[in-house]
């Protein structure tokens, strides 16, 4: 599976916009970038995913860079319950056998929010 | 987003005994769920895939005959921990593949996790 990197943790104030990086330079033409973030105790929830172009949806914006050897989640305003672990992993969907499907989480970057 | 529920929220359990944690697709058929294991401030690492209708495919190191793994529906799959004892004790959380919209591709939805504590 292709890697993604990730910082281990930044800090953010409430109210101002977060750009969480991430960089997949062995990124396949295949591969879909998805982010899921984690509050403690819960499962993790689904943030967005892309495959070439940009995303918008309620919960954040997705910024996939033109050689898709990096992307960026960004949260437009953060808020307190922003505060949480975010995964940027990569996706084949086409990947055959065991692999169909998977989701390889990494350490993702734990985001801080300060009132 | 789809729901994704588990059952139990939370168990405790004596070593030895069995524990079935139950993971359902609310408001979509799955005919693929995942089964992942998160033990204190590390990452989730998958434990098995669960394919409606068939047996389930193990990550390596992940022993079958202990978690026994049933998709016997499009909306439940079931994790049965057999023997468990303490080193089972983790945060064992399922997702399930929802089929794709918009032309997009499918995409996973995580259930709240069941907290497995093994005295």
């Known amino acids: 599976d292709a890697k993604t990197t990730q910082p281990n943790s930044m800090e953010s104030n409430e109210e101002e916009p977060v750009h969480l990086p991430c960089n997949h330079s062995?990124?396949?033409?295949?591969?879909?970038i998805h982010w899921y973030r984690q509050l403690p105790s819960q499962g993790p929830e689904y943030v967005i995913h892309g495959l070439t172009s940009n995303v918008n949806n309620r919960m954040a914006s997705l910024a996939i860079a033109e050689d898709r050897k990096s992307s960026t989640l960004i949260l437009h305003r953060a808020t307190l319950r922003d505060a949480a672990v975010y995964y940027c992993?990569?996706?084949?969907?086409?990947?055959?056998?065991?692999?169909?499907?998977?989701?390889?989480f990494g350490q993702g970057t734990i985001l801080t929010v300060h009132p | 987003g789809a729901v994704v529920s588990q059952h139990p929220s939370w168990v405790i359990c004596k070593s030895g005994t069995s524990v079935k944690i139950e993971c359902r697709s609310l408001d979509f058929q799955a005919t693929t769920m995942f089964w992942y294991r998160q033990f204190p401030k590390q990452s989730l690492m998958l434990m098995a895939t669960?394919?409606?209708?068939?047996?389930?495919?193990?990550e390596q190191g992940v022993e079958k005959d202990k978690f026994l793994i049933n998709h016997a529906s499009l909306t439940l799959s079931t994790l049965t921990v057999t023997s468990a004892h303490p080193e089972d004790s983790s945060f064992y959380i399922c997702?399930?593949?929802?089929?794709?919209?918009?032309?997009?591709?499918?995409?996973?939805?995580f259930g709240p996790g069941t907290r497995l504590t093994v005295l």
């Open positions: 997702s399930a593949r929802a089929p794709p919209a918009g032309g997009n591709t499918d995409t996973q939805y």
């Open positions: 062995t990124i396949s033409g295949t591969d879909y």
């Open positions: 669960s394919n409606e209708g068939s047996k389930a495919t193990y």
């Open positions: 992993i990569l996706r084949d969907p086409n990947a055959g056998g065991t692999s169909y499907g998977k989701l390889t």
